[in-house]
């Protein structure tokens, strides 16, 4: 990993990212004007302006200088993504591309130790530390790099201290251990002794229970986690008319700020909304007076992700990518759910997602729902990437009006009923044993409507990804000629699993 750079200049004919066109040969050559960082609040306020006049914020269309402050100001950790593609797979030369990106580092840095703190082993995508701000501008005039970003900056952290307009807290964070006595209307009772969501009667899921339960079928839920102490979403997972499935929790989360730590802190949720998404999807048929979920014979991979929904920071981003690599990786899984994201794209997720979709995943994101940070962003990431069915919450009876905090726009794919006029979200199991709450937003949204597509897809089990998007689509309000804001709008569950 120490080879001079010189030396590997002459493996031209290997790989065909280093030459004098694309290294400089001594960090002298590079002169940098703006030697001072900005700080987090200048970084911020650019990134707001950005989003704000209705554009999408990139590091990639930022000037060099804007990348290096964000980097200095997260921890001074960089993302670099390299190659032609984002899989190793198929990048033979991914080791020598790396190793030459690393020698880079070291000649600017001038330094050979403490730079690479994490190489993914399916991914082109590698952390590392770097200070210079002639660093960050050698490997961005490399071909052989995708993207290079601050891989620790904080944006809401920084929100939180700098705008002086959002508080941390639960209400900012998606968190929550409530539970709440469900008003009669708000469900009605199916066998054995289970509630379903007013919602299910809305979009014809009762009635497409008939067909098709879920089972066979595996959902990914990419989450803060699962309650430990929800034993229907536990040892009880089964109970009632679910049966033959199983539940399996990881934890790929790292509970510190210091991005050079180590050790996941386990699969069990601290925030609550994992717990919530994983009941809207598949919890139980169950004979305990509780909340059924959509797909209640479908199978269940959760992981701890992250610690709340807005994916700030290096461990939380970077659980995001393991889970999506890791969920790409698992042959059982058919569907992928994810109810959290972030106002601009993060190289290491995407590069996670499009693993996940080129191994065959369907993979449904939240389009957004309002915190005090993101009331003016449209449809987030990594819901508004190709890769990924957005999904948005609308009010009930409606298709088009979206919820009070969800958000719209050209992205969104479908639209799940979960507001009420009387201001009911969705019933699910709660955090706490034996109990049960209410669950909005495009998060409900999207867990739902994951276990819908699993309804279609245990159907008809041959059946591709694209068959069953297509399926969902030919049942939905707007078919053939998706709303400009909402997609194909309601899915009518029980004409597409007919």
């Known amino acids: 990993m120490k080879k001079n750079v010189f030396y590997l200049c002459m493996l031209f004919a290997v790989f065909t990212s280093c030459n004098r066109d694309d290294v400089q040969s001594t960090a002298a050559d590079i002169e940098v ?31 060099d200088h804007f990348v290096w402050s964000a980097v200095f100001q997260g921890n001074k950790i960089a993302s670099v993504g390299f190659g032609t593609s984002f899989d190793r797979e198929g990048t033979p030369d991914n080791k020598a591309a790396e190793e030459e990106i690393l020698n880079i580092i070291q000649q600017y840095e001038g330094k050979s130790d403490r730079i690479l703190l994490a190489s993914d082993p399916y991914l082109n995508q590698m952390d590392v530390a770097i200070e210079k701000q002639e660093t960050i501008v050698a490997l961005r005039k490399m071909k052989n790099i995708r993207y290079v970003e601050p891989a620790d900056y904080r944006y809401f952290e920084n929100e939180r201290k700098t705008g002086g307009t959002a508080k941390s807290g639960s209400s900012s964070s998606g968190c929550g251990f409530e539970s709440a006595v469900l008003n009669a209307a708000d469900y009605t009772t199916v066998s054995p002794n289970a509630k379903a969501p007013w919602s299910f009667a809305k979009h014809n899921i009762t009635g497409a229970w008939s067909y098709s339960t879920g089972a066979g079928v595996t959902i990914g839920i990419i989450d803060s986690g699962v309650s430990s102490e929800q034993t229907l979403l536990g040892s009880s997972f089964n109970n009632g008319l679910s049966s033959g499935r199983s539940i399996t929790k990881n934890g790929v989360y790292v509970d510190s700020v210091w991005p050079w730590s180590s050790g996941y802190d ?25 909340p059924v979920g959509v797909a209640y014979n479908a199978s269940l991979v959760t992981y701890r992700a992250a610690s709340n929904v807005v994916l700030d920071g290096y461990h939380e981003q970077n659980g995001v990518k393991i889970a999506f690599t890791e969920l790409g990786n698992n042959t059982k899984v ?5 109810s959290m994201g972030h106002i601009f794209s993060v190289g ?14 369907l993979i449904f994101c939240a389009g957004g729902t309002s915190t005090s940070f993101t009331n003016f962003a449209g449809v987030i990431f990594p819901a508004w990437m190709a890769e990924t069915q957005a999904v948005t919450g609308v009010k009930e009876n409606t298709s088009n009006q979206k919820c009070d905090i969800c958000h719209s726009g050209a992205e969104i794919d479908f639209t799940y009923q979960m507001e009420r006029a009387s201001g009911s979200n969705i019933p699910v199991l709660s955090y706490y044993n034996g109990q049960a709450d209410y669950v909005g937003g495009s998060s409900v949204a999207t867990a739902s409507t994951a276990g819908i597509a699993a309804l279609v897809w245990s159907k008809n089990p041959s059946w591709t990804r694209e068959q069953v998007v297509n399926k969902m689509k030919q049942s939905s309000t707007y078919y053939p000629n998706p709303d400009s804001d909402y997609g194909y709008g309601n899915i009518n569950v029980l004409q597409a699993v007919q």
């Open 334 to 338: 058919k569907i992928i759910s994810m």
């Open 348 to 361: 290491k997720i995407e590069d996670g997602v499009k693993y996940a979709h080129s191994k065959g995943k």
């Open 33 to 63: 004007v703006q030697k001072d960082p900005l700080s987090a609040k200048q970084i911020n306020e650019k990134i707001n302006e950005t989003i704000r006049s209705g554009n999408r914020f990139s590091w990639k269309e930022s000037s």
């Open 266 to 290: 386990g699969s069990a949720d601290q925030c609550g909304h994992g717990t919530s998404m994983a009941s809207a999807a598949a919890a139980p048929r169950n004979n305990q007076g509780q």
